[in-house]
């Protein structure tokens, strides 16, 4: 009978790949992706920096599973499996929390837009899946009534995503810029007018 756990080595190795993703996603919350030494990483995790090369073949593949450890945090802090509208203001603020790899996003997802970039298709896809994610929200709202019924769902997904990321770029470059309240104001305008 099998549990279904894993054991021996491929289990160890799975369990180090884990722990160097988490370990280099706070070093990289912290230190940005630039600034962070791979060695620093290594040493915290508790191997040599050639080990890492092991898990990973270049520090773009580090970063990919970073990004995808970054987005599975944000929904175990939304503690669902979809992302809705009323989630944003959360995962701003958690990002302002995380300069370096709100940071590090920014950076990213605007050098990846070539076919060529290593990060490419996984920005792709995600974009692909929050849009789809807040169309889905946004089309579940028109129905109750609350959202206008005159915004294309999909278009709704794709500008709320949009400002997100437009108003993170403006925190990064000024922290007095309020990212929550930029969502809340925009998520007001999905509204309904109340009779």
Do not use: C
């Amino acid at each position: 009978m099998t549990t279904g756990k894993l054991r021996g080595p491929y289990a160890k190795g799975e369990e180090r790949r884990r722990t160097i993703v988490q370990t280099a996603t706070d070093v990289f919350a912290t230190e940005g992706f630039e600034g962070a030494a791979l060695k620093h990483v290594a040493e915290l995790v508790g191997v040599r920096e050639a080990t890492l090369f092991h898990y990973f073949s270049s520090k773009q593949e580090l970063l990919q599973a970073v990004l995808a450890e970054r987005d599975e945090r944000a929904r175990e802090l939304m503690g669902e499996s979809l992302f809705s509208v009323d989630d944003l203001p959360a995962v701003a603020e958690r990002n302002e929390g995380q300069p370096g790899l709100t940071s590090l996003y920014a950076v990213a997802s605007a050098t990846a837009h070539d076919a060529s970039h290593a990060s490419h298709q996984y920005f792709r896809e995600r974009y692909e899946m929050l849009v789809r994610e807040m169309a889905r929200d946004v089309v579940e709202r028109q129905r109750s009534g609350e959202y206008r019924a005159d915004i294309d769902p999909e278009w709704a997904g794709r500008l709320l995503i949009g400002i997100f990321d437009g108003i993170q770029i403006q925190w990064l470059y000024d922290k007095g810029v309020s990212m929550q309240e930029g969502l809340r104001q925009i998520i007001a305008l999905l509204k309904a007018p109340r009779s």
